[in-house]
């Protein structure tokens, strides 16, 4: 079945330092595929999302590119700051939209 | 503004009691999702409804139960027979077509003593 790998972290960075989360996935088809945030006591936010090979979705300066040739969809920040300190969550659905798929979730830390 | 409502935030039962999370939505999406989120962890599906009075088990069904009498409302009961019920409980919905993504509430974390 489909799957979503990312890495698992916990990642702590400095502010202002370059992130890279890395996110890899297993699916037949085309899926969607997106990035959610979460704070801590909180559900889980949209960041982004790209629906086709190449596209590029971006949101408050976070960038992921659908990656079809190495299925990969790593999410990227030029400069980190404390506040987005949180888990981030890849994930993909299916063809139909239906059926969601996660990966584990990455911590990230930024420290002033 | 549109969205999702989870309540309450936080509920506190006694073991062998059941108790049932509720979840409303005012996005008129026709699909929605409860999953299971444990400290540390990623989430699991328990229960989705891809409309009114249908739905299908998760990954971890055993233990919990659903409705979807309206399309707002997908209420979750957690019962007795679920051998570890105290996490944080999330519902999501969504329109169910391609590309759409899944919208989530701020969840219920559940505490059973």
């Known amino acids: 079945g489909d799957s979503v790998t990312q890495m698992e972290g916990p990642v702590t960075l400095s502010e202002e330092a370059f992130l890279t989360i890395n996110c890899t996935y297993t699916?037949?088809?085309?899926?969607?595929l997106f990035w959610y945030v979460q704070y801590p006591g909180e559900g889980l936010q949209l960041l982004l999302k790209?629906?086709?090979?190449?596209d590029k979705g971006s949101n408050k300066g976070f960038e992921a590119t659908y990656r079809k040739e190495t299925t990969s969809f790593h999410l990227e920040k030029g400069s980190v700051q404390v506040s987005d300190s949180a888990v981030y969550f890849c994930?993909?659905?299916?063809?139909?939209?239906?059926?969601?798929?996660f990966g584990p979730g990455t911590r990230l830390s930024v420290l002033p | 503004d549109g969205g999702i409502t989870q309540s309450p935030k936080y509920l506190f039962r006694k073991e062998g009691q059941n108790v049932t999370l509720s979840c409303e939505q005012n996005?008129?999406?026709?699909?929605m999702y409860w999953y299971r989120q444990d400290p540390g962890q990623g989430l699991r599906l328990i229960y989705y409804?891809?409309?009114?009075?249908?739905?299908q088990k998760g990954d971890i069904a055993e233990g919990y139960s659903v409705s979807r009498e309206k399309k707002e409302s997908f209420p979750l009961t957690v019962t007795s027979a679920q051998k570890n019920p105290t996490a944080f409980y999330l519902c999501?919905?969504?329109?169910?077509?391609?590309?759409?993504?899944?919208?989530f509430g701020n969840g219920t974390r559940l505490t059973v003593t």
């Open positions: 996005l008129n999406h026709d699909a």
């Open positions: 999501a919905s969504s329109t169910g077509t391609p590309n759409s993504p899944l919208h």
């Open positions: 790209a629906t086709k090979a190449d």
């Open positions: 994930a993909l659905s299916d063809n139909y939209g239906q059926n969601f798929v």
């Open positions: 699916a037949t088809g085309y899926p969607s």
């Open positions: 409804s891809q409309i009114v009075n249908d739905f």
